[in-house]
């Protein structure tokens, strides 16, 4: 081709776009149905709203909002998206019907090839329920218990042996450390010390690399192959690998853990589908997968976020370390015990504050499967929309709580939780509240609502605890910032690195 068919090309080209992003948006112009809700403006077809809710969903939902009200409707990558915000919206999406949202069909494509097939959202709804059911029950009261020591030791340790901790001042990037010690210890905790130790040598790398799978761009092609997928799929085979073995050795040995310690597989081992089926090894072993990687994430976030403030906010972390000389003194602070938790209140204040200003997930969504009427409007939704639900705007909202913007664990010291009796209910995995009500969810609501809650306190609380009563904490310049937020992966998290000063406590 020579260099004029060539720009008469480019040009032809460059117009047809052109004429197509004019048609594009005239359309957005035209009267639309009102049972629709009104679409978010964008230029570009099939991109749609993608960058400027890539770059920060919050304050994408908040000018939205503004201009449209609680519902409406954005385009992400050809996918039209409907966001229901506030009190209602949570209550219409995450207390939905099954028959009409569907969790799986969004979520499945990204978390399949990361935990594996035949669970969480590779199976029928009802599947999940019982496997959900079986993990709640395997974090008893006693488990829980136990944790506590574990992951205090784990902490201690990781302070003792990593270099940016040596010596008595330093500054250190406390996301990647918080990063490690939440694998550590949910590790340590959850999954067991045979996992534990195997973690040290090649696991942490294992799960870096599984971790790769959750890139937003997965959610469109999670088959493409990509380096990153590549390792994502060699990580999940060598990590099922692992626990296929020491499921096997428990087999052979007759003994279900090596020490006899109770832990998760050993509850796992003994767990029965309402068909009479024993969970399959395999499946034990993606559930391991999927508990690691759940129990870590979202705590890796929140300790980060939490030493931050801290950081930014040494009076409130020297009322912590006060908190604990006052009220577990016993001649001198003791190694850390469950019931020391419910002792520490402005503690479990900080974690709660945190989950409100720091939500790790920003959207929840479901796929819509009918049309859906939405109560006091015109609107009904109809089956090509997937719907997502924010709780983080409400837990922003001044409606409230008072300048919701201002993080304040005090804010939490005369509140009480209220359960309503008609507001519990039971999906098939042990009673919880329905929790549309409350301005607050951090572990969202409904049949989907995390299993995680109790342990992420104890786990959250005891790492905090343990940093507070071993070291001070500043910012770089002094000045009480944070930094701002990452939302680059689809569990956001502070930007890194995130440098603090630390000093240790005589
Ligand atoms: C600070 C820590 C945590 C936060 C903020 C958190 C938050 C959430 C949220 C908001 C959901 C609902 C997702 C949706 O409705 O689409 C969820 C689901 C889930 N969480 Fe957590 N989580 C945390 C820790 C954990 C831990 C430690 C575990 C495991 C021990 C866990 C296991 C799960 C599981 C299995 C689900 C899926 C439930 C379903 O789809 O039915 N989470 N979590």
């Not at 690998?241 to 832990?263: F, M, N, V």
């Not at 939490?306 to 604990?324: G, K, N, V």
């Not at 009220?327 to 019931?339: A, C, F, I, K, V």
């Not at 969504?365 to 719907?387: A, E, F, G, S, W």
Request: net charge neutral; hydrophobic share 40%.
């Amino acid at each position: 081709m020579d260099v004029n068919t060539v720009a008469r090309f480019s040009i032809h080209a460059l117009c047809i776009m052109l004429l197509s992003i004019f048609a594009h948006v005239l359309r957005q112009f035209l009267p639309r149905s009102k049972s629709e809700p009104p679409i978010v403006f964008h230029w570009i077809p099939f991109v749609g709203n993608a960058i400027s809710y890539g770059t920060d969903p919050f304050v994408f939902y908040s000018k939205c909002r503004e201009k449209y009200g609680d519902i409406f409707t954005f385009v992400l990558f050809g996918r039209k998206m409907t966001v229901y915000l506030g009190l209602d919206g949570n209550e219409f999406i995450l207390n939905g019907r099954l028959q009409d949202l569907n969790a799986e069909e969004i979520y499945s494509p990204l978390t399949t090839p990361v935990f594996g097939k035949d669970i969480i959202y590779d199976c029928p709804n009802a599947k999940l329920m019982e496997q959900k059911k079986f993990v709640k029950f395997g974090l008893t009261h006693d488990s829980l218990k136990s944790y506590v020591q574990l992951i205090e030791a784990e902490v201690l340790e990781y302070l003792q042996s990593t270099p940016s901790f040596s010596g008595s001042l330093g500054t250190v990037d406390i996301t990647a450390a918080m990063a490690e010690v939440t694998i550590f210890t949910a590790s340590r905790a959850l999954l067991g010390a045979e996992v534990r130790q195997k973690l040290n040598a090649e696991c942490a790398e294992l799960y870096h690399d599984l971790d790769l799978g959750f890139r937003p761009i997965n959610f469109l092609m999670p088959w493409a192959p990509f380096p990153q997928n590549r390792r994502r799929d060699a990580a999940h085979a060598k990590m099922s690998s692992i626990y296929l073995d020491i499921i096997a050795e428990r087999r052979a040995s007759g003994k279900k853990a090596p020490d006899g310690q109770h832990d998760m597989i050993w509850h796992l081992m003994d767990c029965v589908y309402k068909n009479g089926q024993q969970i399959p090894d395999l499946e034990i072993t993606r559930m391991m997968i999927t508990l690691l990687m759940a129990g870590q994430h979202s705590s890796s976030s929140s300790s980060s976020w939490i030493m931050l403030r801290l950081a930014s906010r040494p009076d409130i972390a020297e009322e912590l370390y006060q908190e604990q000389v006052s009220n577990l003194g016993r001649g001198g602070l003791q190694p850390l015990q469950y019931e020391d938790i419910d002792k520490l209140p402005l503690l479990q204040n900080v974690v709660k504050e945190t989950l409100r200003v720091h939500s790790s997930i920003h959207s929840l969504m479901r796929k819509v499967k009918n049309p859906m009427h939405v109560p006091n409007t015109n609107y009904i939704i109809t089956p090509d929309k997937v719907l997502v639900a924010s709780p983080i705007t409400t837990h922003m909202d001044t409606e409230f709580f008072p300048d919701a913007h201002v993080w304040d664990p005090h804010r939490w010291d005369a509140h009480e939780d209220e359960e309503l009796e008609q507001d519990i209910v039971d999906y098939g995995y042990g009673k919880v509240s329905k929790g549309t009500k409350s301005p607050y969810l951090p572990f969202g609501a409904g049949r989907h609502r995390c299993i995680g809650e109790r342990f992420a306190y104890i786990n959250l609380c005891t790492i905090i605890a343990t940093m507070v009563r071993t070291l001070k904490f500043a910012t770089i310049d002094g000045r009480p910032t944070v930094p701002p937020t990452d939302y680059t992966s689809l569990f956001s998290r502070p930007t890194q690195p995130a440098v603090i000063r630390w000093e240790r406590r005589s």
